[in-house]
């Protein structure tokens, strides 16, 4: 079943929206808000590459606006080993309603939540107190599990220096606390998310090591499309012009769609015609060539390179005056 997320128009007047945030913090605030991964208690996990896939972003443009939203704005923490992510403020606008569904959803929800700690910090915002005695129910549950052991600075690594100090959100070992068996039902776990990361896209497939995952190759083509467009002034901020030129690598008839849209995007930086219609236009003009691979598109255009001079010939021959056919040259006509 379908979730929907609504967003409250006084999300345009917060000061830090308004006069602190960049148009991509907007972007990817409003994606933080509203994505499919959003749960009722403000917290849900999600990948930095599946953020990436979303947005059509690069892994390390993601990277950089999580930094910024958790140093600078501090407007989110994130667990990079349970990859959970936990909205600061989603409480104080999204739990102000109660009631026996509700309480029911939320138990039901703060139950899944691995990292106990980041549901006292989404319960900080929270101003129902039916709701937020419920969250702190579980924040007591983990200062029965693990007491004191965990300092303010040590939460502060987990969430802060971890994922800002070039975290390639690949899964890392996590320490426990229940002997040597909780260690295997640990690592068992990760290897059931690395598999559910690697078929996130493709449900039906099973993972075999050595059948290259699509999803990879697929990123690695959006990243390098993402990356000429932003270094090649076709405009940084332009994220419907990207996301409409990256749907080609789907909706293409092209059978390097990648190599195609690269040599397209060269060919308008030659010409200086950095965009996107410019782009499209070179690319539909191929499809309706039948051109289908990058080799196919350069013999094509070797073979165009002597049309210009057949032309101007020809175009110069017929400029003249014709000559009547039959026509033979008598040098001696009308001397008699």
């Known amino acids: 079943m379908a979730k929907f997320r609504m967003v409250r128009t006084d999300f345009w007047k917060n000061p830090i929206v308004s006069e602190e945030m960049t148009p991509e913090d907007k972007y990817f605030y409003l994606y933080l808000l509203t994505n499919p991964q959003t ?18 972003y690069s892994i390390e443009s993601v990277h950089s606006l999580m ?12 667990n990079p080993e349970t990859r959970e992510l936990a909205m600061k403020n989603w409480g104080k606008h999204n739990l102000e309603r109660g009631g026996k569904p509700m309480m029911d959803c939320i138990f039901s929800e703060l139950k ?10 989404v319960s900080e915002a929270i101003q129902k107190q039916e709701i ?4 702190e129910s579980f924040c007591k549950q983990e200062d029965m599990i693990y007491g004191n052991e965990v300092s303010g600075k040590e939460a502060k690594n987990t969430y802060l220096e971890s994922e800002c100090g070039g975290h390639d959100d690949t899964l890392t070992h996590r320490e426990t606390k229940g002997g040597q068996k909780e260690e295997e039902n640990e690592k ?15 449900p039906t497939c099973e993972f075999n090591p050595e059948i290259k995952n699509p999803l990879q190759s697929n990123q690695n083509d959006v990243k390098e499309i993402v990356e000429f467009w ?14 409409q030129l990256l749907a080609w690598l789907d909706d293409s008839s092209f059978l390097q ?24 236009g ?9 051109l289908l691979t990058v080799e196919e598109i350069n013999t094509y255009h070797e073979n165009q390179k002597s049309v210009p001079k057949y032309r101007q010939s020809t175009e110069l021959f017929q400029a003249g005056r014709d000559i009547p056919r039959r026509f033979e040259l008598d040098l001696t006509a009308g001397e008699e």
Not at 67 to 78: A, G, N, P, T, V
Not at 112 to 120: A, K, P, T, Y
């Open 39 to 56: 749960t009722q208690i403000g917290i849900y996990k999600i990948t930095k590459k599946q953020m990436a896939f979303d947005l059509g």
């Open 67 to 78: 930094e910024r939203f958790i140093l600078h704005h501090k407007l989110i923490r994130y």
């Open 112 to 121: 899944d939540v691995e990292d106990l700690s980041l549901i006292q910090y």
């Open 132 to 135: 937020r005695s419920l969250f």
């Open 188 to 202: 068992e776990k990760e290897k059931e998310k690395q598999q559910q990361e690697q078929n996130a896209f493709h």
């Open 230 to 243: 932003d270094y090649n002034g076709f405009g940084l901020s332009n994220l419907n012009a990207k996301q």
């Open 257 to 280: 769609p990648k190599d195609a849209i690269l040599k397209a995007m060269k060919i308008a930086c030659a010409n200086n015609k950095r965009r996107l219609s410019y782009v499209v």
């Open 282 to 290: 070179i690319l539909k003009n191929w499809e309706n060539e039948s």
